[in-house]
């Protein structure tokens, strides 16, 4: 029986874990700290991408479903994004193609109902689809805020990490 619960418990963590491949992070910092905001709770048609398609599906991602590790940062990020009026934050690739050693995309970010398009390029490792970007809060007309009046400032660059789980 005991081997029963514990085959049981390792396929509920490895079902977990195989979920939880795909994420989005933001990263950032103050003149204090870094900070990083992860949202690993959205959903992928099919849990996982295929190259078979011309096309990426678009993800959406709910603010509320970041989590930066610290709930009243956590609570600060949401209401940066304002995530009463604005809850989705959304990622359309326009163009995606397969260079010689990695894959090339143009993509949508729509944030607080501003959207930027960027290049970006993705590389191929361990089944997922891995790209990074440099943008700022002042993309989208966000003032990067500031804490304990004026002593903590965020800087307005970000670092966007996406992290996509591909069928092989």
Excluded: W
Aim: glycine share 4%; proline share 2%.
């Amino acid at each position: 029986m005991k081997h029963f619960y514990f085959l049981l418990l390792f396929l509920f963590f490895a079902a977990t874990i195989n979920a939880q491949e795909s994420f989005f992070k933001i990263n950032g910092s103050t003149n204090v700290n870094n900070f990083h905001c992860v949202n690993n709770k959205f959903k992928i048609d099919g849990s996982a991408l295929s190259f078979s398609e011309k096309h990426l599906p678009n993800i959406i991602l709910k603010v509320t479903d970041f989590d930066c590790g610290n709930r009243m940062m956590t609570k600060d990020f949401q209401k940066i994004l304002n995530a009463e009026q604005y809850p989705d934050l959304t990622i359309k690739f326009i163009n995606f193609i397969k260079t010689e050693t990695n894959f090339i995309a143009i993509v949508e970010v729509k944030m607080m109902n501003k959207s930027k398009r960027y290049n970006i390029e993705f590389i191929l490792q361990n089944n997922k689809l891995i790209g990074r970007k440099n943008v700022k809060f002042s993309d989208f007309n966000i003032i990067p805020p500031k804490k304990m009046g004026g002593m903590i400032v965020v800087k307005d660059d970000l670092d966007l990490t996406f992290c996509l789980s591909t069928k092989t």
